[in-house]
C-alpha cells in the first residue's frame, strides 16, 4: 500500500500571487506542487512575444519564483510542475538548469514540448483533416491564412514519463491544467492506463487545484463567511491510492475550505457534467460524493470515468483585426444621462464599425461623503469599437478623448487616446490523436534523456455510462408548504460561479439546502435564464442537472461578445454573470425558504 501523496497548488493563472510557492513549501509537508499558467489565448501572446524577442515565449515569473526556492525545494524533496513553458518550453528548462548551476545546484528538470502545431496545420487541411471550429462550426479554410497559434491539449502521459525519469521540476507547453496533476498521482501509485475511476479521480482533484484560492474562499459568493483573506492558504490535496482525496490547506492561513466552497469550484467552467473530457480520460461529475472531513477538510470521493474519445483538442488563435476600448468619468446629477449623450455624440462623429459597445459603470468614489443618498453621481463612460480596417480604429481612438469640451459638465478625465490592440480570436478544433506525440526531455542530474510519448490506447464514446445504484440526489428532510408565497432574491435560496469557454459562460448555480434543489430544477429553467439574460446571451442556452452537489449547470452560448481577445466588454471572462443571476427575484412558498435559515 502506497503513501498517501500530498499535492498542492501554488498558481492557478499567469499573474497569480507571487509568493504562493514559497507559502506552500514552508508552510507545512507537501510532495508535489503543481502551478498553472496557461489559457487559450495566452499562447497567441507568448508567441507575439517571441516575435518580438526570440529570448522569450515562457513565463518568466514562474523561473524567477523557482530560482527562489530551488534549493529549499531540493532539499525537501519536492517535486513541482507547470505548465509555463508556454510556446518555448525547452527554453524554459534550460533557464532552469542555468539558475540551479548559478546556485551551485544540478537540478533534474523535466520539459513536455511537442503540442505546437504551427508546422504542420497546412499539411493537415490539405490532406483533408477536419478541423471545423467546434463552437460554431465555421470550415478552417476561412481562417487558415492569419493563424498566429495552434497547440494541442496533452494529458498527463508525457509528464508521467518525465517523472519516470527522475525530473524533479517539470515544464510543459499546452497540458492540460488537470493533467499536471494526475501525472504524480500516476507515477506515485502506478495506476494502469485504463483504470479510469482512479483516473477520473486525479482529474477531479487537478479541477479543484488548477484555479489556486477560487477552491479555498476566493470568489466565494458567501464571502463574508471566509474568516480572513490575508494570507490566503492555497488548496491541497492528500490522494489516497483507491483515488479519494481530502481538501485542505496548510494551518493557520486564511480563506475557507467547506464542501460548499468546493462545490462552486466544482461547478467552474464545467459543461455537461456527465461528459467532462479530458486527453486522460472522461469524468462524471455526476458521481462525486463530498463530505466535510474537520476543519478547512473536505473529503472527495466516488467519481467515475470512462476511456477517453479518440481526439485531442487544439486550441488556435488567428489574428482578426483591431479593437481599441477607452472612456472618461462623468459626474454630478444625471451622471448616466450625460454618458449616453456622450455615447449619440461619439457615434455621431465616426463612421460604422463592424461592432461597438457602449456601458455606463459607477459607483460613486468622485464625491466620496457628498455623494446624495440613493443617487449615483458618476459613471465611467466607456465605448469600445472593433473593425478590419485599422485607420477606422485609429480614428475612434482620436475622437474620444477630443469630446471632453464639447459635451455635457462634470468630465474627468481618465487617460488620453486608446491604444489600437490587435484582435486576436480563438478557434477550438478537434483531431485525430494519433497524429500527435509529444516530446520529453529530461536533462540536467548527470545525464540527458529524449524521449517521444503518442497517445495510443483505448478509447471510448466520449461518455460515462450513468450508474442508478451510485446516482445520489441530495437526501435531507423537506418542510410542509405554508401555503405563502414570499418573494427573495435568487441568491437567499442559493449559491453560485460563473467562467468563460470562448464565446460561452458557464454559470452554476447551487441549491443552500438539500429540500432547495427540487425547487431549482422546477423553477430555474433554461428559458427563464435566456429571458434573465435578454440582451446579453444571443445564442442557446443548454441546462444540466447535477443532484448530487446540489446544482444546476447552465450554458450561455453567444455571450462573451466574442470571448477572449475578441469582445468589447468589460467582463469579457463572464465571471460576475453568476451574481447577476443570483440577483433575480424569484418567488417560493415561506417554509421552504425558511429551511436555509434553520439548517
Not at 499536471?180 to 483516473?199: E, N
Not at 482533484?205 to 470568489?219: K, M, V
Not at 467532462?276 to 476543519?295: C, H, K, M, N, W
Not at 470512462?306 to 488567428?318: E, F
Amino acid at each position: 500500500m502506497a503513501e498517501p501523496l500530498r499535492i498542492a497548488n501554488a498558481s492557478g493563472y499567469w499573474g497569480d500571487d507571487l509568493t504562493a510557492l514559497r507559502r506552500q513549501i514552508e508552510g507545512g509537508p507537501v510532495d508535489v506542487i503543481t502551478m498553472d499558467f496557461l489559457a487559450e489565448i495566452t499562447m497567441s501572446i507568448l508567441q507575439k512575444q517571441v516575435q518580438r524577442n526570440p529570448d522569450t515565449g515562457y513565463a518568466v515569473d514562474f523561473v524567477d519564483q523557482l530560482d527562489e526556492v530551488m534549493a529549499d525545494a531540493i532539499a525537501k524533496g519536492i517535486t513541482i510542475i507547470s505548465n509555463a513553458g508556454g510556446v518555448r518550453p525547452l527554453a524554459c528548462g534550460e533557464a532552469i538548469v542555468s539558475r540551479g548551476a548559478a546556485r551551485g545546484l544540478d537540478p533534474r528538470v523535466g520539459v513536455v514540448a511537442g503540442d505546437d502545431l504551427m508546422d504542420r496545420i497546412g499539411g493537415w487541411h490539405d490532406d483533408g483533416v477536419d478541423m471545423s471550429n467546434m463552437d460554431d462550426g465555421r470550415r478552417f479554410g476561412e481562417v487558415i491564412e492569419r493563424v498566429t497559434s495552434a497547440n494541442a491539449y496533452f494529458g498527463a502521459a508525457p509528464v508521467v514519463r518525465a517523472l519516470q525519469e527522475g525530473a524533479k521540476f517539470i515544464v510543459t507547453g499546452r497540458v492540460t491544467d488537470t493533467g499536471i496533476t494526475l501525472a504524480p498521482m500516476i507515477h506515485h501509485f502506478g495506476w494502469a492506463g485504463d483504470d479510469w475511476d482512479r483516473l477520473a479521480a486525479g482529474i477531479i482533484a487537478g479541477h479543484i487545484l488548477e484555479c489556486g484560492a477560487q477552491s479555498t474562499g476566493g470568489n466565494f459568493t458567501d464571502w463574508r463567511q471566509v474568516p480572513s483573506f490575508h494570507n490566503v492558504g492555497y488548496p491541497i490535496v492528500e490522494v489516497d491510492e483507491d483515488g479519494s482525496f481530502v481538501v485542505t490547506k496548510h494551518p493557520d492561513t486564511g480563506g475557507l475550505i467547506s464542501v460548499a466552497t468546493i462545490k462552486e469550484q466544482l461547478v467552474y467552467e464545467m459543461g455537461d457534467p456527465a461528459a467532462y473530457l479530458t486527453p486522460d480520460v472522461v469524468v462524471d461529475f455526476g458521481s462525486i460524493r463530498l463530505e466535510e472531513a474537520g476543519q478547512d477538510r473536505v473529503r472527495v470521493s466516488g467519481i467515475r470515468g470512462a476511456a477517453p474519445t479518440d481526439l485531442l483538442k487544439v486550441s488556435m488563435s488567428y489574428s482578426d483585426g483591431y479593437k481599441a476600448s477607452g472612456g472618461v468619468i462623468v459626474c454630478g446629477p444625471d451622471a448616466k444621462g450625460k454618458a449616453e449623450m456622450f455615447g449619440e455624440i461619439l457615434w455621431g462623429r465616426l463612421p460604422e464599425f463592424e461592432d461597438t459597445l457602449s456601458e455606463a459603470v459607477g459607483a460613486d468614489a468622485t464625491w466620496g461623503p457628498l455623494s446624495p443618498s440613493g443617487e449615483s453621481t458618476e459613471v465611467m463612460a466607456r465605448f469600445g469599437v472593433r473593425d478590419h480596417d485599422r485607420a477606422k480604429v485609429r480614428e475612434f481612438s482620436k475622437m474620444l478623448p477630443a469630446m471632453v469640451l464639447s459635451g455635457p459638465p462634470g468630465v474627468g478625465v481618465i487617460g488620453g487616446r486608446p491604444p489600437v490592440q490587435d484582435v486576436v480570436a480563438y478557434w477550438p478544433c478537434l483531431i485525430p490523436r494519433r497524429l500527435c506525440q509529444s516530446d520529453v526531455v529530461v536533462m540536467g542530474g548527470g545525464d540527458r534523456v529524449e524521449a517521444a510519448v503518442g497517445f495510443e490506447g483505448p478509447t471510448g464514446p466520449g461518455r460515462v455510462e450513468p450508474d442508478p445504484a451510485s446516482a445520489g440526489g441530495s437526501e435531507s428532510e423537506g418542510s410542509s408548504p405554508s401555503g405563502e408565497m414570499v418573494t427573495v432574491k435568487l441568491s437567499s435560496l442559493a449559491h453560485g460561479r460563473s467562467g468563460d469557454k470562448g464565446d460561452t459562460c458557464n454559470i452554476g448555480v447551487i441549491a443552500r439546502h438539500p429540500a432547495l434543489y427540487p425547487w431549482l430544477v422546477d423553477n430555474i429553467t433554461a428559458d427563464r435564464v435566456k429571458e434573465a439574460f435578454t440582451g446579453i446571451a444571443f445564442g442557446e442556452v443548454e441546462r444540466f442537472e447535477v443532484p448530487n452537489i446540489g446544482a444546476l449547470n447552465f450554458l450561455l452560448h453567444e455571450c462573451l461578445g466574442g470571448g477572449g481577445t475578441l469582445s468589447l466588454h468589460i467582463d469579457a471572462q463572464g465571471k460576475t454573470y453568476s451574481h447577476a443571476l443570483l440577483n433575480i427575484d424569484v418567488e417560493i412558498d415561506r417554509a421552504l425558504a425558511a429551511l436555509v435559515d434553520a439548517d
